[in-house]
Structure formats: C-alpha cells, structure tokens
C-alpha cells in the first residue's frame, strides 16, 4: 500500500493556459475525491468518483473545470483557461466507502501567473 | 452559515502545556466526525473517526471526544512535533465530508 499518489507535486502556468493533474488511489480503494484548499482554509469538496462514475460535483466546479476516472483507477483534473483564483492546492483523496474514512495525497499546488 | 466552525482559529502553547481544540457543528443526522492533521505543504493525516455521542479515542497525546453538538481534540503534554493544523469534518447524509478551516497548533519548546 503506497498511498495515495499526486503529480506534479507543483504547477505554475499562465492565465489561461491548460493544466491537469493527476491522482492515483490506494489501491483496491473505489471511491475517489477531489477538494481543493486555499491559504488558511480547510479543503473544499469538489467531485467524488465511485469507480468510474462521477457521482457529485460541486458547483464550485465551473464549467472549465473536468473530471474523469477511466476504468475507475487513477482520476485525473483538467482545468481550462486558468484564472488566477484557480490558484490553490488540489488535493486527492480514497476511500474503501468503509466508514469513509478518506485518505489523502500530498497535493499539486498550482500556480496561475 | 458554516456547518463546522473550529476554535480557536490558532494556538500557541508551551511543551508540556496540555489544551484542548474545539470542533462544532450544525449538520442533522451526523454520519461520522473526523479529525486530521496537516503539515504545511502536505495533504491532511488522517487521525480519528467518531460515530456517536460520547464516543472517544486516543492515539499517543491525542484524545478525541464527540457530543451531539460538538467534538474536542485534547492535547496532552504536547511536543514540539505536535505543531500542525487540526482539521476537523463532518460527514452528513451522502459521501462527502464537510471541513472546518482548522486549528494551528504551535508548541513552543
């Protein structure tokens, strides 16, 4: 079990560019999230996976932003036209669905110049 | 109106200094409360869950208790290692957890 998996680790892009990211899960884990984190703020939900199927998204997730999980393995997040407030740290999470206790990868901080 | 409000926003303390973190909350029909530690720059650790009122458990320094409104994190005789943001969650009536802005904890040597 090597936990849960992130990259990059960090991005910097300019506005407008696209950008995306990539998670893979705890292993034999079906349930997949997304949050994303600001300076001094806890995370914040945006879409959640249960094997390939995106079950919520949050209407934090605008159009510009995708989702997919392919196969219901890894997830990756696609973000079109960045804009400075995209800026933050997009963190990835799994769950078993067991007690839903989530765990958590180390995160891509992302950068909008 | 926040549903997980957790106090106070940022704590400092001596080693040895043993203190409490507060974690309240307004969801109807609570699923489960869930604490976390974060570094900074690193995701958030998972550290506890707590399903039902007066309900606790402990790991090393750490003891978390859950009433029907709110949950404390108790600290005892902290370390230096101990300082980290505490994030406290709430899961309601689907998947997802609810999180609070969480509590750094500095501890002084």
């Known amino acids: 079990d090597t936990g849960v998996s992130q990259d990059p680790r960090h991005k910097i892009t300019k506005r407008g560019q696209n950008v995306t990211f990539r998670c893979d899960p705890i292993s034999e884990h079906n349930r997949l999230y997304w949050y994303r984190q600001t300076l001094g703020q806890g995370p914040e939900f945006l879409t959640y996976?249960?094997?390939?199927?995106?079950?919520?998204k949050s209407r934090l997730l605008s159009d510009r932003f995708s989702a997919e999980r392919p196969k219901g393995s890894f997830s990756t997040l696609e973000i079109q036209r960045t804009e400075q407030g995209d800026s933050a740290m997009y963190l990835c999470?799994?769950?078993?669905?067991?007690?839903?206790?989530?765990?958590f990868g180390a995160g891509t901080r992302l950068s909008v110049l | 109106e926040d549903q997980v409000t957790q106090s106070p926003e940022a704590l400092r303390l001596q080693e040895g200094e043993s203190s409490s973190l507060n974690c309240s909350y307004t969801?109807?029909?609570?699923?489960?409360l869930f604490w976390y530690r974060q570094d900074p720059g690193k995701g958030p650790e998972f550290l506890f869950t707590l399903y039902s009122a007066g309900e606790e458990k402990e790991k090393e320094r750490l003891k978390a208790t859950l009433t029907k409104k709110e949950s404390f994190l108790h600290i005892t005789a902290p370390k230096p290692e101990d300082s980290a943001t505490y994030l406290c969650a709430v899961q309601e009536t689907d998947d997802k957890i609810i999180f609070g802005k969480g509590t750094r904890l500095h501890i002084l040597p």
């Open positions: 999470a799994s769950s078993s669905g067991r007690g839903n206790i989530q765990y």
């Open positions: 996976f249960q094997n390939e199927a995106q079950l919520e």
């Open positions: 969801v109807s029909g609570l699923r489960g």
